[in-house]
């Protein structure tokens, strides 16, 4: 590693770091425009975050440690999951061959907590959300690692950052309709991730088939500061993971990579803004007929990869 | 061209699929004339491929094709569905999500043993084995695992798609009379199947073949008015 | 010439659409059937033979079944002529459809290409549907659709099949042909993953469609419903049809030296078709369903009979052959006591036998061939089959067969006896009521509707105790047709550890007999048996299984326990106590009598 893309690489994270509110804002002013709203102020999200930081957090007596940890190890395993994901340039802070794995675990380990968080309070209505989010995370896992395991075998690397690379730019000439399937399948894992329309509806916590926001109800002041940063990290890393798989950069564009991703995330956030407001929020039932279609889809790519080799 | 054939195949399959999760009847004849348009138009892309331009067979086979099972034959099955009192969901006897994976696993299955079967020259895309042979197997399951009558009309076209893919193989060599035959065959197949989903509408109201059976059984014996 | 088979049942069909008075289109029908009969019955005075790559072309087999089916079509309109009355459905349509049926076999008959023959097999199906669906109401619609909708499914199946013989001949790298002299001709060059899926498919594909299990189970329901002379077509003429499919696919596939391979999944699906069969057949109270049972047990042992080599096929055509009379004979007399009882439960009919003497005399004999019983040609042709298992030492096949065989034919004798015997249960005012209402002569009726019964038993009969040398003729060539010794195959027999010998043996030698000396001798059997048939001695044992020399006691201990030693045939007798018959003089004989 070049001296100067270490030294480029600490701005890069901090950018990254403060880049997900703003998508956040992206998405309320695309849904606020198509309702014929204008929308909440662009850096709302920051004052938001801001304003809850300040408040004092009110912990209830029947909870333990396990309640308080939650949002704190999410919120842990979400940044450590950032430095392993090539977001603007090609490279990660940090990358080692297998790293893909300990990022499935990372997401995981994020949503255990969250999960535990949640049964901590002994609420039903929280229970039912924990339930529903393990079963539809337990789903679209399979298809998160199919997907994985095709870029991985396109690209005959384990590592994210070569992974997502130039590599999967020329595999993308060699096996083009198993790629365009992962890309599909990646899409519909990002929104079961993220907790959007049509899996689950972010904006209201008052229904009762809500799953992600059902969750986090006890938490207050820092811990849902915590909370909402921590998704909207997540959404910007599995949505940078989606870019780069959907339109790896060759190499050379590496010069504007960075502002061209930067692009290409904003880009991200309007489409989600604009299928959250085209499309309704699908019928619980429905929800694992989604996911095993993203499986199957993933799978298919797979079989396809398996079968027809790679370059 | 590789790359767009290859997406081709891999959409047909995807229709295919897609078959087996709608729930609706008028979305399953929908994605049957998609998948129907799509095939119509491998023939002029094999010639294209291999000649250069489109020879006056596979216009003549893909003009058919397309105004046969891409724009009649669906029209037909609509008009059923629109003119009956029927309800118009799928009622499957295997679940959307359940047959879903049985599609994909036999699509799965299709790619595996088509791997294995030797073929002498390159067919248009290394796609076109599989996607055939998983159009054959999910059609015959949309066939065997739904309860109406005119789905599994569908579940037959798509059988029969899924052949037509695999003859794209044999094109200059079958005499375009068989394929003519053939295709006249199936269009009279399938009008005379419309016009006993029809009959089958008016006599029970619906068009579920299993209760048909019941019903039929309990009927009496010497109930027919042969003369 | 072969164009006019083509052109009479379409040029009659027309007349029926366009005829107005129902009169003149009953005779247009007749008129259509016989034509038809009397061209076939020309073309065997001029053979026409078939073409190196022509589309259409008369082989014996194509021959043999075209003249069956035409024999048959011509009896039931004789049939329909007494049983037809006042129809619900568009009576134009219905003979028109009938005779679109006749024209789409003579086609499925003289197609030499499998695309064309697959074409006139569709086709005939879909001309059948209409005839099924006669009676209207519900339990009709259900036999309708599942009929068409399994047909259909099947015949797609079979149309993959026979793309992947093409690809199979697309393989070789040259131009491709799917006219079976010509794949016949190149059999070698076959490659042979293709052709058994291609096999495999047409198997499953015609198969449903000749109604072998477990794809039977539209035909107790097609077959109960149609009306009895639509019946009586479909069981002796469409599953011929169906079955020649089956046989040109074979023909291939023995000439392409896979036929152990192909054997081994005839013999189990015919073994499956036997024995679901003789299961369903028991305790069954429809006698028209009851029927449609034994059609699929016959299609079983039509099947099993080609899967065993020269002798079984020889048997099979002989099968065949009965098997088209006797479905016949068995629909007319059903649709003669729909007609005078109304009911097709086997509980009302009771005591055939009293009220109407001839019929109860002919459903009596139906029965017995049906059953296989001796006097009738089912017995040979079953002990033929049974007599080649033996001979190839597949003790399974036999057991199986047999064990089927006497299931169904005590099911079928429980059944169906107490209608011919037992005492007449209710006066016969029923009938006489309804024959006055519709205003119609009922004796005139009946004659028309028993003469052709009684003629299709007789020559069923005659033809069991008696073969003339041209009919037993017209069987073997038959069977050479689907099992031709060629020498591809002589090339293919030194795969299945055999030595290629005389060409006479070759044909049956390849098959996965163990060792040269343990093997029956089958062809000897048929050159045996047509001589004794030109001596004009009945020879109804054609088929014998015989020892070489090498090892004829051995071979003989192991047979007689099947052999009837006190039959009152002579010759067929004869031909099991034989003398060690030396390979070299069935060499000999060979040639004089299978051309």
């Known amino acids: ?297 993933s799978g298919l790519a797979t079989v396809l990869i398996l079968t027809r080799g790679h370059g | ?217 309990s009927a009496g014996a010497a109930s027919g008015g042969e003369g | 010439m072969l164009l006019l088979l083509l052109a009479i049942p379409l040029a009659f069909a027309f007349l029926c659409l366009a005829l107005p008075a129902p009169r003149w289109r009953l005779v247009s029908l007749v008129a259509g059937g016989w034509a038809h009969l009397s061209v076939v019955l020309w073309l065997w005075r001029q053979p026409v033979g078939s073409s190196a790559g022509a589309f259409v072309g008369l082989d014996p087999l194509g021959e043999l079944f075209l003249t069956l089916i035409s024999v048959l079509f011509a009896v039931t309109c004789i049939f329909f002529v007494g049983y037809h009355q006042k129809t619900l459905v568009s009576e134009r349509v219905f003979l028109a459809c009938m005779l679109l049926l006749l024209f789409a076999l003579s086609l499925v008959c003289i197609s030499q290409h499998l695309g064309l023959l697959w074409v006139a097999m569709e086709f005939a199906s879909l001309a059948v549907t209409p005839l099924i669906y006669f009676r209207l109401g519900a339990r009709a619609l259900q036999a309708t659709w599942k009929f068409l909708l399994m047909n259909s499914v099947g015949i797609a199946l079979a149309l993959l099949g026979i793309f992947c013989i093409a690809l199979a001949d697309l393989r070789a790298g040259q131009a491709t042909s799917l006219t079976i002299n010509i794949l016949v001709a190149h059999a070698a060059r076959l490659d042979p993953v293709w052709l058994r899926a291609g096999f ?119 099968h065949a052959l009965h098997n088209t009379l006797n479905k016949g004979v068995l629909f007319f007399l059903a649709g003669f006591l729909w007609r005078n009882y109304r009911s097709n439960q086997v509980s009302d009919v009771r005591g055939a036998l009293h009220r109407h003497p001839v019929a109860g005399i002919v459903l009596l004999a139906g029965l017995c061939a049906t059953c296989g019983l001796p006097p009738f040609g089912m017995f040979f042709s079953e002990l033929g089959i049974l007599l080649a298992a033996a001979a190839r030492q597949q003790w399974w096949v036999v057991a199986i067969f047999a064990t089927a065989l006497a299931i169904a034919f005590v099911g079928v004798m429980t059944a169906m006896l107490p209608m011919v015997f037992g005492e007449p249960s209710e006066p016969p005012g029923l009938s006489r009521r309804h024959d006055a209402a519709s205003g119609a002569d009922p004796r005139w009726r009946n004659g028309t509707m028993l003469v052709p019964a009684v003629a299709l038993a007789l020559v069923a009969f005659a033809l069991g105790a008696y073969q003339p040398a041209f009919v037993k003729d017209a069987l073997a060539r038959a069977a050479e047709t689907v099992v031709q010794p060629s020498t591809t195959q002589l090339a293919s027999s030194n795969r299945v550890h055999n030595p290629p010998r005389g060409l006479a043996t070759a044909g049956l030698d390849w098959l996965d007999t163990p060792a040269p000396q343990g093997r029956a001798m089958t062809a000897q059997g048929i050159a045996l048996g047509l001589g004794a048939g030109q001596g004009n001695k009945p020879c109804k044992g054609a088929l014998i299984a015989r020892e070489p020399v090498s090892a004829p006691l051995q071979g003989s201990d192991r047979l007689s326990p099947l052999v009837p030693r006190a039959l009152p045939w002579a010759d067929l007798a004869q031909g099991f106590a034989l003398p060690s018959l030396r390979p070299g003089r069935a060499r000999a004989l060979a040639p004089e009598v299978i051309p």
């Open chain 1, 1 to 297: 590693m070049s001296f100067w893309r270490t030294v480029l690489a600490i701005p890069e994270f901090a950018l990254v770091l403060a880049l997900p509110p703003l998508l956040s804002s992206i998405i309320a002013r695309t849904k606020a425009w198509f309702g014929g709203r204008t929308g909440p102020p662009w850096l709302q999200p920051y004052f938001d975050l801001h304003k809850l930081i300040r408040k004092g957090a009110v912990y209830s007596r029947t909870t333990t440690w396990l309640f308080r940890a939650g949002p704190i190890v999410n919120l842990a395993a979400l940044l450590t999951t950032a430095t392993l994901v090539p977001v603007l340039s090609q490279h990660s802070l940090i990358s080692f061959a297998g790293d893909i794995i300990l990022i499935a675990y990372l997401l995981a380990l994020g949503r255990m907590f969250t999960v535990l968080a949640a049964l901590d309070t002994g609420s039903s209505f929280e229970g039912m959300g924990a339930a529903r989010e393990v079963t539809f995370g337990t789903m679209s896992e399979p298809a998160l690692f199919l997907c994985l395991a095709v870029i991985a075998i396109a690209t005959r690397s384990l590592r994210l950052s070569e992974m997502l690379g130039p590599q999967l730019f020329a595999a993308w000439h060699a096996v083009t309709p198993a790629l365009l399937l992962v890309v599909g399948a990646l899409l519909v894992v990002l929104l079961t991730e993220t907790c959007r329309i049509p899996v689950d509806d972010p904006a209201t916590h008052l229904e009762l088939t809500m799953i992600h926001e059902v969750m986090v109800l006890d938490h207050s002041g820092p811990d849902f500061a915590f909370i909402t940063y921590a998704a909207a990290l997540k959404l910007t890393l599995l949505g940078s993971i989606l870019l780069h798989a959907a339109l790896p950069m060759p190499d050379r564009l590496a010069a504007v990579g960075p502002l061209l991703r930067l692009i290409e995330l904003a880009g991200l956030a309007l489409l989600i803004g604009v299928i959250e407001s085209m499309t309704a929020r699908l019928r619980l039932n429905h929800v694992p007929r989604l996911l095993a279609g993203a499986t199957v889809l």
């Open chain 2, 1 to 217: 061209m590789q790359a767009i054939l290859d997406a081709v195949f891999m959409l047909i399959i995807l229709l295919d699929l897609a078959m087996l999760a709608v729930s609706r009847l008028a979305s399953c004849i929908r994605i049957f004339a998609m998948q129907s348009l799509l095939l119509a138009l491998l023939p002029l892309a094999a010639d294209t491929l291999h000649v250069g331009i489109p020879g006056r067979h596979a216009l003549l086979i893909a003009g058919v094709t397309i105004a046969l099972k891409a724009i009649f034959i669906p029209r037909v099955l609509e008009r059923i569905i629109r003119t009956g009192e029927i309800h118009r969901e799928v009622e499957p006897f295997i679940g959307f999500t359940a047959s879903v994976m049985i599609g994909a696993l036999l699509a799965a299955g299709s790619f595996a043993v088509a791997r294995r079967l030797p073929l002498a020259e390159a067919p248009l895309s290394d796609l076109l084995l599989p996607a055939s042979l998983s159009t054959v197997l999910i059609g015959l399951l949309v066939l065997i695992s739904r309860v109406k009558a005119i789905t599994q009309v569908i579940g037959f076209l798509v059988v029969e798609n899924g052949i037509f893919i695999f003859g794209l193989m044999l094109l200059p060599q079958t005499p375009l009379l068989v394929e003519l035959g053939i295709l006249l065959d199936v269009f009279v197949g399938v009008f005379i199947m419309a016009i006993v989903v029809h009959h089958i509408r008016r006599e029970f109201d619906h068009m579920d073949t299993h209760l048909l059976a019941v019903e039929a059984n």
């Open chain 3, 200 to 318: 495999l498919l047409a198997l499953v594909g015609f198969g449903t469609k000749l109604g072998l299990a477990p794809l039977h189970s539209w035909k107790p329901d097609a077959y109960g419903e149609a009306p009895p002379p639509i019946s009586a077509i479909m069981a002796g003429g469409v599953t011929l049809s169906a079955l020649l499919g089956i046989l040109r696919v074979f023909q291939v596939c023995c000439a392409a030296g896979l036929a152990p391979f192909a054997g081994f999944w005839l013999v189990t699906f015919g073994l499956l078709s036997i024995g679901t069969a003789a299961v369903f057949i028991v305790r069954n109270s429809d006698y028209r369903r009851l029927l449609a049972y034994t059609s699929v047990e016959h299609m079983g042992v039509l099947v099993v009979g080609i899967g065993l080599g020269l002798a079984g096929s020889y048997a099979s055509m002989l």
